[in-house]
Nanobody, 122 residues
Framework: QVQLVESGGGVVQAGGSLRLSCAAS????????MNWYRQAPGKQRELAAT????????YADSVKGRFTISRDSAKRNTVYLQMNSLKPEDTAVYYC???????????????WGQGTQVTVTS
């Protein structure tokens, strides 16, 4: 059974930084991409950042230049989201998502973490 566990959320002042972590556990053969989504109160969930199994990265325009998604060099199924120059509008629940998962036993292709709250105060 694959599980995604996120950590690193919290409360920070505008201009500050936080680093989120997402660790995928289980017998995982491969993951096509890992994503960070976020959902602010009253808004739809949006894709913030993606890292593929080839380590290509993409970002939403709203976070480009401020957020960096990366992968642990030793633990390939652990990814991070370094968030710098945080703004109040970055306040949201941040969710880790693993897409195109092949595991033993065979399960869904798509997994989500439980979410971690990030609050940026002005």
């Amino acid at each position: 059974q694959v599980q995604l566990v996120e950590s690193g959320g919290g409360v920070v002042q505008a201009g500050g930084s936080l680093r989120l972590s997402c660790a995928a556990s289980g017998i995982i053969l491969s993951i096509n991409a890992m994503n960070w989504y976020r959902q602010a109160p009253g808004k739809q969930r949006e894709l913030a950042a993606t890292i593929t199994n080839g380590d290509s990265t993409t970002y939403a325009d709203s976070v480009k230049g401020r957020f960096t998604i990366s992968r642990d060099s030793a633990k390939r199924n652990t990814v991070y989201l370094q968030m710098n120059s945080l703004k109040p509008e970055d306040t949201a629940v941040y969710y880790c998502n693993a897409l195109g998962v092949k595991s033993i036993p065979r399960g869904p292709n798509d997994y989500w973490g439980q979410g971690t709250q990030v609050t940026v105060t002005s």
